[in-house]
């Protein structure tokens, strides 16, 4: 096994003390195939968690907001992206555990790895040390992402759907161009056409990720000026 800093330095920066730190062990873990437990299955759970926690936080901040704001808020604070940043903020690609034989495969900068990694710790938090512990990390990190944006944001997917509304155009058309990478780290290449336009191309960790990046750059080019 190939292993960076001790994981149990992230006691500090969490602001918690694992009583089963196997736990946290399982966070950090990169499990590929079915030679051992990693993070998959926590991840799975804190996916879960923190949706319901960003939910309640949403819920209570913006109390005159409609729901359809507060799911576009919702959206985009439990992202990839979004936790992308905050295991970057933790360095969490420092505390990977992996098998010595994916040591050449592994992207410890991987926005895909990072964001899942960051999951599988609140999932660890939240059994080890009920809600509460995972509630106090969430907000700690998540309350400043909250905060950035006054009003709700727009991703560039629903925005080049609305120009196209409101050019009379057909509905944008996206189409998967190719996947590439393993498994834990795919790579994908997304065209994105609206009648009249170019096509434009663009690579994301995932497929939504790929979309997204398209649609901004199709925006770029048919409103130049914003």
């Given at each position: 096994m190939n292993a960076g800093k001790d994981y149990k330095e992230l006691y500090a920066p969490l602001e918690y003390r694992f009583k089963n730190d196997s736990l946290l062990k399982q966070a950090v873990t990169l499990g590929f195939g079915n030679y051992f437990v990693g993070y998959e299955r926590l991840e799975f759970l804190g996916d879960r968690v923190l949706g319901?926690?960003?939910?309640?936080?949403?819920?209570?901040?913006?109390?005159?907001?409609?729901?359809g704001d507060l799911?576009?808020?919702?959206?985009?604070?439990?992202?990839?992206?979004?936790?992308?940043?905050?295991?970057?903020?933790?360095?969490?690609?420092?505390?990977?555990?992996?098998?010595?034989?994916?040591?050449?495969?592994?992207?410890?900068?991987s926005k895909t790895l990072l964001s899942?990694?960051?999951?599988?710790?609140?999932?660890?938090?939240y059994l080890d040390g009920g809600l509460e512990a995972a509630e106090r990390f969430v907000r700690r990190f998540w309350t400043p992402l909250m905060q950035e944006a006054a009003s709700p944001p727009v991703d560039p997917k629903t925005a080049l759907q609305e120009w196209a509304q409101g050019k009379k155009l057909p509905l944008p058309v996206y189409k998967v161009l190719s996947v590439t990478g393993p498994d834990h780290d795919p790579v994908?290449?997304?065209?994105?056409?609206?009648?009249?336009?170019?096509?434009?191309?663009?690579?994301?960790?995932?497929?939504?990720?790929?979309?997204?990046?398209?649609?901004?750059?199709l925006l770029k080019a048919v409103c130049p000026n914003g």
């Open positions: 319901l926690i960003v939910a309640d936080m949403l819920f209570h901040a913006y109390p005159k907001e409609p729901e799911a576009k808020r919702h959206s985009k604070l439990v992202r990839a992206e979004t936790l992308a940043v905050v295991a970057e903020e933790l360095r969490l690609g420092d505390y990977f555990i992996f098998p010595k034989s994916e040591a050449n495969a592994i992207d410890k900068h899942d990694v960051c999951e599988a710790i609140i999932a660890a938090l994908f290449v997304m065209e994105v056409s609206v009648k009249g336009e170019k096509p434009v191309t663009a690579r994301g960790s995932s497929k939504r990720a790929a979309g997204q990046a398209a649609a901004a750059e």
